[in-house]
């Protein structure tokens, strides 16, 4: 299993990033993904996941109404539509996969600033 993101990088407050998850070595389309983060000094949080029937998807309360996570099935990855950020959002962001055990990918570091 192998999961590898991109797309961090920085931007003002304000702005907006996308980021992308590529995975490998699994059936992507038969399991649920996640984009958690963590800032600096802070424990790891969920931001976003997207189950795999039906593309349900769920939020952390502060993110609602400025993040939306997708998937392509097609092309095996994971996306993270990040608009409105503020310098709170600052961290770097990880995919996450459960199959059988924890996955991680290797992040991406998020700076919003000015």
């Known amino acids: 299993v192998q999961l590898v993101e991109s797309g961090g990088g920085l931007v003002q407050p304000g702005g907006s990033l996308r980021l992308s998850c590529a995975a490998s070595g699994f059936t992507f389309s038969s399991y649920a993904m996640s984009w958690y983060r963590q800032a600096p000094g802070k424990e790891r949080e969920l931001v976003a996941r997207?189950?795999?029937?039906?593309?349900?998807?769920n939020y952390a309360d502060s993110v609602k109404g400025r993040f939306t996570i997708s998937r392509d099935n097609a092309k095996n990855t994971v996306y993270l539509q990040m608009n409105s950020l503020k310098p709170e959002d600052t961290a770097v962001y990880y995919c996450?996969?459960?199959?059988?055990?924890?996955?991680w990918g290797q992040g991406t570091q998020v700076t919003v600033s000015s």
């Open positions: 997207i189950m795999r029937v039906g593309g349900r998807t």
């Open positions: 996450q996969a459960w199959i059988e055990k924890d996955y």
